[in-house]
């Protein structure tokens, strides 16, 4: 098992878009662990390949208390969504800052377990806005983006100030 390093926001690779996974194989199936590992050593709630710089669409979440519901989605697909919810959104790759953000709170989504098998889930609320943040990133798309251009600004020079000091 591994902590896998996550890029930060301005960084380019968090731009790609994702392609689909097409083999579930031993390769896959350790990035899975690693990404839970990675994902719960940095006391997130959910983590998408792009975030380790993996360009594959796979998502890993556990939005449980008790940390003991882990959720592997491959190839999501959101097919039904309706409904508002507005949470303070927070991401791994834009450590330090939080905006509250709407989204639709009740959402249908389809896509392959870590076995393969076709799966689908309703979701609502924190889990349905967990899953479409990771969607986003797996589109190349961050929390920020849905922020004013000045916000983002500031974001954007906090965390380049912050990447100079710690000498990247
Ligand atoms: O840990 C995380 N918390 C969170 C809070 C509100 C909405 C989405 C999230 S996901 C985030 C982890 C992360 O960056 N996943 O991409
Ligand atoms: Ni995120």
Redo the contacts with the bound molecule.
């Keep these: 098992m591994s902590i896998l390093t996550i890029l930060e926001f301005p960084d380019e690779r968090l731009r790609k878009k994702a392609t689909p996974v097409k083999n579930i194989d031993n390769n896959l199936q350790t990035l899975i662990t690693d990404m839970f590992e990675t994902?719960y050593h940095?006391?997130?709630?959910?983590?998408?390949a792009t975030?380790v710089n993996v360009h594959l669409q796979l998502l890993v979440i556990d939005t449980s208390e008790e940390k003991n519901t882990p959720l592997c989605l491959i190839n999501p697909e959101i097919i039904s969504k309706d409904g508002e919810f507005e949470?303070?959104?927070?991401?791994?790759?834009?450590p330090l800052s939080f905006e509250k953000?709407i989204r639709p709170g009740h959402i249908v989504v389809k896509g392959l377990d870590r076995n393969g098998e076709a799966i689908e889930i309703e979701a609502n609320d924190?889990l349905s806005?967990?899953i479409q943040?990771?969607i986003d990133?797996l589109n190349g798309k961050l929390?920020v983006d849905y922020l004013s251009p000045l916000k983002r600004q500031r974001i954007k020079t906090k965390l380049e100030k912050r990447h100079r000091m710690a000498g990247e």
Excluded: K
């Excluded at 940095?42 to 998408?48: D, M, P, Q, V």
């Design positions: 994902m940095s006391s997130g709630i959910g983590l998408a975030q949470y303070n959104e927070g991401c791994l790759s834009v953000i924190l806005t967990c943040h990771e990133h929390f």
